[in-house]
């Protein structure tokens, strides 16, 4: 079968490739091969090995495409596992409020916070969110983002978490990125909720996931477990519920404080623990035994002013796969930059550069039950690749993207 | 006199115009001007204000160039106060080393760190050094800064010292980026001094400094003060025998402990002191009575994993003047990017982003005895600005850059 598409010569491919989820000390193996070459046809890897193995393992079509890959580094698309792509409105004057010493609690009580973005999202229409997220993507794409999970949340009512999810569904079939569906009911108790909270959760488990689940519209179900938003007991209910209906469970747990997500996350065998920024000693062997995946979102916690990030070495030495996403949100989810991600994941959580990359892709993809179709470089994936120029180091560079190239199933994205 | 040069209905033109340094509240005072119009001449601004004021105070050239700025934000062209941008060789593969658990320690023990840096700029010629930061100046000039500080250092050895500065020289005359020069020969003691640094302090007094002097080939005269580097009274003596020979004083203090540098900077009248990581309060109150500008460098602290960030409201709220820089250099200044040094100015340093702008403008060309023609957009300063896309926060969006327009001297650097 001839290649119809080809990326040569490039300085290092870092095929991500091997068993997911990568943990411990293998999450530092990219599987870097030097003088790179790789075959692709409809989208699909044929071939990735030395360029001087190429000619002998692979034709190539007549009209193929070929990236001269001299002078770069090519990488796996990026897979963000965490993401609030598709909302209605901004919170950017907010921003700037926050930042000028306004509190949270008084951005909302100027009717601000969460509460505005669900009253926008409920006013738009699927084509409005449709819209709005799409620009959005366009942004990811160009900085290689191959593949991101994008949750419900902000409609917080039957018929609007439905809507957002019907407007995932359309982006990821009109969008070069692949989209992964998460409903995320509970995201928040809504004002109308808020002195009964357990009916809120109530119409989640009895009328949300039924719904979501009959149109299909989601894979996974996630839940906020915070003091403040839903409980660990809540917080199991409902991914219980999901689980039952079909929905694989994943959880925002441990990141305004200790809250007990972490353990709610390995009790219902989650496939993902999100934030983590509180996650103790102990709850870190209980997500290892579990088998969960840690996806971590430092992004978030520099634009929060935490003044603290998740406990990335101390999961890594215990063995949990760590992952990583960009949390991107209209509140202060303001970089839907994975290298950004990266570089706080080396800077600011003292990940190695090569853990950060399999976080940013191999672990992610695992994350998202999409390891045995993208997250690596390897024959029989998806041809999702980056292209940057200089070494891999380029990435962590804040300010001047080194990516020249964007591929997604053989097709080029950004360049060419 | 007719303009040449327009810039027409930006959403907001934050000016930054008023007296400089900016201290204290007055740090925050960005002078916005909504539906806002700038209008120059050769370079050189003559009317800054509203749209609707703008016919009747000056009329247009034939030819003039017209920005139409709707739906942007305008800023003055960013001041970087602080780089060591000209050098030779890169050290990308330490940084790997670095983030993999090498210590400084090793990596210098195994021929790496500054000494690297500095045989290979001793083996660079002029050309070669002016070429390779002729890149790192263009990369600057697309993410918006205009002016920048320049220093030399790397030589450490009187001829190489003299090499630097010379093609700092060719570059500020070549490249449209303004480059104000700094003599840093007090950089490091080099490996042949090691056992004597007196005898070095000696040669950077009695030989660079006079030849600097003579040739004109910097403004300024730095020193690094830290232990393991210069102590306060080499530092001292440097900083006053450039002084003599009309070198004016700047000086990283503080910057890896509590080493003194602050009150150096005090005690000489230093324009600037640079770092600060661990200055303390009774040092900035000395800084604020001497009228030194504090110059944060957050990117280095982000980059070198020191694990806090210089103590900016503190300074502030004791009226020290706070600038920005990148500290771009081959070591761990991987960020040529003033949007990002402002970025980690608001979320890791705490500062408001009104504050971040008057630190990356105005009192940074303060900082640099420049105030007088750039830093702000005001009549009679030269038309450096940045034009960009949405408001002020997109400033902070790290990954996607917002900037459409850089503007030098009126001239079109990026866009158009």
Chains 1, 2 share one sequence.
């Not at 870092?14 to 530092?28: L, M, V, Y």
């Not at 901004?90 to 509460?115: F, K, M, N, P, V």
């Not at 620009?135 to 978490?161: F, I, N, P």
């Not at 070495?313 to 949100?329: K, S």
Request: charged content about 25%; proline content about 5%; some cysteine.
């Amino acid at each position: 079968m001839p290649a119809d598409f080809l990326i040569e010569h490039a300085d290092v491919v870092a095929t991500c490739a091997g068993p997911a989820p990568r943990r411990g000390r293998a999450q530092r193996d990219i599987g870097a091969v030097r003088d790179g070459a790789i075959a692709a046809r409809d989208g699909r890897i044929l071939f990735v090995g030395p360029h001087e193995a190429l000619a002998a393992r692979v034709s190539v079509a007549p009209g193929a495409v070929r990236v001269d890959a001299r002078g770069c580094t090519v990488v796996p698309g990026f897979v963000d596992a965490h993401t609030h792509l598709v909302y209605a409105g901004d919170r950017l004057d907010e921003l700037q409020q926050r930042l000028a010493g306004a509190t949270y609690a008084e951005i909302a009580a100027a009717g601000g916070g969460i509460g505005r973005t669900v009253a926008a999202t409920r006013a738009a229409s699927e084509d409005d969110l449709v819209r709005a997220a799409r620009a959005r993507l366009d942004e990811m794409a160009a900085s290689g983002t191959t593949t991101c999970e994008v949750k419900s949340g902000y409609g917080l009512a039957t018929e609007v978490e439905l809507r957002q999810l019907r407007a995932i569904r359309r982006l990821d079939a009109e969008h070069p990125i692949d989209l992964v569906p998460t409903f995320l009911g509970a995201h928040d108790v809504p004002a109308e909720y808020r002195s009964r909270p357990d009916d809120y959760v109530a119409l989640v488990i009895d009328e949300m996931i039924p719904r979501v689940a009959a149109a299909a519209l989601a894979e996974w179900c996630d839940v906020f477990c915070e003091v403040g938003a839903f409980t660990p007991a809540q917080a199991t209910a409902v991914l219980r519920a999901g689980a039952r209906a079909g929905l694989k469970p994943r959880i925002h747990a441990d990141e305004l404080a200790s809250s007990g997500g972490a353990r709610v996350a390995a009790e219902v065998g989650a496939r993902s623990a999100d934030h983590l920024i509180f996650v103790d000693e102990p709850a870190a062997d209980a997500l290892a035994r579990a088998g969960v995946c840690a996806v971590l979102l430092p992004t978030a916690a520099l634009y929060l002013k935490l003044g603290r990030y998740a406990p990335a070495r101390m999961l890594i030495d215990r063995e949990v796969p760590v992952a990583l996403g960009t949390d991107v949100n209209p509140g202060a989810g303001l970089s839907s930059s994975m290298a950004f991600a990266i570089t706080l994941a080396c800077f600011a959580m003292d990940m190695t550069l090569e853990e950060a990359l399999i976080a940013a892709t191999l672990n992610a993809a695992w994350s998202l039950d999409r390891a045995a179709t993208v997250g690596s470089l390897e024959v029989g994936k998806l041809m999702d690749a980056v292209l940057m120029e200089g070494d891999l180091t380029s990435l962590i560079r804040v300010g001047s993207s080194p990516i020249r190239t964007v591929i997604k199933r053989g097709r080029l994205v950004v360049g060419g």
